[in-house]
């Protein structure tokens, strides 16, 4: 579905003499139907590497391929290829101007010119879905973190993406909302959903992931299936990572 | 001494109500309303221009903005009033000459406003709407901009009450607005304490009217959150 081949990517710094060099190389391929997460320490690079899948970050090499696509080619439309990819960030990043109806149809009216009718009809089906129906009508300020992190959920599902990205979806939540946000993200990845979560919640990785990345210092220290890599760590800077992490 | 003041001032405004009222306090409203009115639309462009990846409009309208804002509105108003008449093909009035510049200079200052207001939208909104697959353009007319209006409109009111009384300068050129009325009454009754006291009331009562829409504005978009 998704597959990347040697992604580099720097960042100027200010005040630092030299670009901060994250993403050193990262080659992956991600399957249809599958769940991956990425784990590892802060400025590993895993929200970098996320952002670089839908082009948000553009990397200054490597080629990035959606279903047999390469786009990071320059004639490339880049806004067909996200319609496809819904994207879930840690700070919910929902239109505070749009009533909560308003944020899910926004996209599907004007990027797949879907008629409002139509729009309004998926928007209410997924509402009633993560529980927000009666929010219909009010505003993001009157929701809470784990509301406004559900909308934004929604709001990527009413494109119908074939893949989710998550980039850290409880990390800005109370601990108290992480739970019905994890509801959600599980549900979904049940139904067969695509994903790419990075993420913190390492019991929630080990228990929905196909498969686990361990990214430090910008590349893929170590990867595989979550009882390898949380029961029996190869990589001593994995087992350095999980054992300062309590999950 | 303050009554004999105060006898002056009504014996000069039953005199002159015409003089201040209607023809001055006319022609600073009719001044400022083509200033902010005018200004915002070139400002827009200077924005435009600032906010461009051309580099060359970028450069442009940036230094156009930095020497106007680095030099006096006085000095403005009189390279306006003697040179455009020399450098356009065509006649063109005293206000208008004025009026040009105080367009252009207001210009520059609401395109900073404008740019401000736009970058002050979190960067987080144009990522979701451009993630979702909605073109640059999309984004911002339907996500940024919207967004954007509610921290502009408050500045752009405040602009109003700069420009109101900035426009007092034109009476240096005898334009006729308030403060050219009160050049004019002070040389006919040579009350210029009088004069003076009156202008700065019809000033008050200006800005004091718009101080209350820009408040009543802001807090109407505050409950629109």
């Given at each position: 579905?998704?597959?990347?081949?040697?992604?580099?990517?720097?960042?100027?710094?200010?005040?630092?003499?030299e670009p901060l060099h994250v993403l050193r190389g990262v080659s992956?391929?991600?399957?249809?139907?599958?769940?991956?997460?990425?784990?590892?320490?802060?400025?590993?690079?895993?929200?970098?590497?996320?952002?670089?899948?839908?082009?948000?970050?553009?990397?200054?090499e490597g080629r990035i391929w959606f279903k047999g696509t390469d786009i990071t080619?320059?004639?490339?439309?880049?806004?067909?290829?996200?319609?496809?990819?819904?994207?879930?960030?840690?700070?919910f990043n929902v239109f505070p101007h749009l009533s909560v109806a308003e944020n899910i149809t926004l996209a599907p009216m004007l990027a797949k010119k879907k008629s409002k009718k139509e729009a309004e009809d998926v928007a209410k089906e997924l509402l009633s879905r993560v529980g927000l129906l009666d929010k219909w009508s009010e505003h993001?300020?009157?929701?809470?973190?784990?509301?406004?992190?559900?909308?934004?959920?929604?709001?990527?599902?009413?494109?119908?993406?074939?893949?989710?990205?998550f980039d850290e979806p409880t990390s800005a939540l109370d601990p108290e909302m992480v739970g019905e946000v994890l509801e959600v993200i599980r549900e979904l990845v049940r139904s067969g959903m695509t994903s790419v979560i990075v993420t913190h919640e390492m019991g929630f990785a080990k228990e929905v992931s196909d498969r686990v990345l361990f990214m430090d210092e910008g590349i893929i220290a170590e990867e595989g299936k979550p009882s390898e890599v949380f029961g029996s760590p190869r990589n001593p800077r994995t087992v350095e990572f999980l054992s300062k992490v309590l999950y | 001494m303050i009554i004999e003041y105060f006898e002056n001032i009504v014996k000069i405004m039953s005199e002159y109500w015409y003089t201040f009222l209607v023809a001055g306090v006319g022609k600073t409203l009719l001044l400022t309303a083509i200033t902010v009115s005018c200004g915002a639309?070139?400002?827009?462009?200077?924005?435009?221009?600032?906010?461009s990846r051309v580099r060359a409009f970028n450069a442009l309208a940036l230094g156009f903005g930095e020497l106007i804002r680095g030099t006096p509105m006085l000095l403005q108003l009189y390279i306006a009033y003697f040179?455009?008449?020399?450098?356009?093909?065509?006649?063109?009035?005293?206000?208008?000459?004025?009026?040009?510049?105080?367009?252009?200079?207001?210009?520059c200052y609401v395109s900073e406003v404008f740019r401000s207001g736009i970058q002050a939208v979190d960067a987080g909104q144009s990522e979701a709407a451009r993630s979702l697959g909605l073109t640059s353009w999309q984004t911002?007319?339907?996500?940024?901009?919207?967004?954007?209006?509610?921290?502009i409109l408050p500045a752009l009111g405040n602009e109003f009450v700069t420009i109101t009384k900035d426009t007092s300068l034109a009476s240096t050129f005898f334009i006729g607005e308030v403060m050219t009325s009160c050049l004019i009454v002070r040389g006919k009754t040579y009350l210029t304490m009088e004069s003076l006291i009156i202008v700065a009331i019809i000033y008050f009562c200006l800005t004091w009217v718009m101080n209350r829409f820009v408040g009543k504005m802001e807090r109407r978009l505050q409950t629109g959150d």
């Open positions: 579905m998704i597959r990347t081949e040697n992604l580099h990517k720097s960042f100027l710094v200010e005040g630092a003499s992956e391929s991600i399957e249809k139907g599958e769940v991956v997460s990425v784990i590892g320490p802060s400025g590993s690079g895993k929200s970098t590497f996320l952002r670089c899948l839908n082009l948000l970050e553009i990397p200054e080619a320059p004639d490339v439309d880049i806004n067909l290829h996200r319609q496809k990819m819904g994207m879930v960030f840690q700070h993001p300020a009157r929701l809470s973190g784990g509301q406004k992190q559900r909308l934004a959920i929604v709001r990527a599902l009413a494109m119908e993406p074939e893949v989710m990205l | 639309v070139l400002g827009v462009i200077i924005c435009l221009g600032r906010m040179f455009l008449p020399k450098l356009l093909p065509f006649n063109i009035s005293e206000f208008a000459r004025i009026a040009m510049a105080y367009i252009v200079n207001s210009a911002f007319m339907h996500v940024v901009l919207p967004q954007a209006i509610k921290n």
